[in-house]
């Protein structure tokens, strides 16, 4: 959309993102729990259980995605129900931005090593590093930091925000990121709408 790939480039690139991380099927899943980063990182060290599941999603103040194995997600998610704390396993079977995504490094950089990416027509705020960044960073090291690094929502939005926007549209078939976004505004005392 911002202009960086072709379009050519952006279907090859949805393509082998997908064909790669599909041949991780089996290997962990996710949970969406309410808590913040610090909050779900102290939470993981108490349990014994930060070297085992990765936050790979930190969607607002209120909100991380916990990705790695289905056997460590029950515990923390027992952990949560005690402490009377949302939590809900995501009907994927699939441990993205964690360490189960780390065999598929060397081809995913070898299929997209031909990438051109440019400057692009419009701004481009990204949630691999919570900021804007320049189109022609979007090469094949950049997307395999997008599937290995946690997403950085809440930083990009923050970023977005900065820059004076206030008026969001989330385009899919399920309003997943709306609560996220208003968690956004209402932290940063910022009148907006989604």
């Known amino acids: 959309a911002s202009g960086a ?3 050519a480039e952006a279907v090859h690139v949805i393509y082998q993102r997908s064909r ?6 089996g290997q962990g899943q996710m949970c969406a729990i309410a808590l913040g980063q610090e909050a779900a990182q102290a939470l993981l060290a108490e349990l014994g259980l930060a070297a085992r599941l990765a936050i790979a999603g930190v969607n607002s103040a209120r909100g991380v995605t916990i990705a790695g194995d289905p056997e460590q997600l029950t515990i923390l998610e027992a952990a949560l129900e ?3 704390l ?3 396993r995501l009907d994927l079977d699939y441990a993205f931005h964690s360490a189960a995504m780390d065999g598929i490094e060397v081809e995913l950089k070898d299929v997209l090593a ?3 990416p440019r400057e692009g027509e419009l701004p481009f705020c ?3 590093s919570g900021k804007r960044l320049s189109g022609r960073q979007l090469d094949a090291e950049y997307w395999w930091q997008n599937i290995r690094k946690p997403v950085l929502f809440e930083s990009a939005i923050n970023a977005i925000l900065d820059d004076g926007a206030n008026i969001f549209v989330e385009i899919g078939p399920n309003p997943i990121l709306r609560s996220y976004l208003n968690d956004c505004l209402k932290e940063r005392a910022i009148e907006g709408r989604v």
């Not at 790669?20 to 099927?25: D, I, N, P, V, Y």
Request: a positive charge; aromatic letters at 10%.
């Open 82 to 84: 005690g402490r009377n």
């Open 114 to 116: 031909e990438l051109e």
């Open 20 to 25: 790669l991380q599909g041949t991780t099927k």
């Open 5 to 7: 790939l072709s379009l």
């Open 86 to 88: 949302f939590y809900k």
């Open 126 to 128: 990204s949630t691999v």
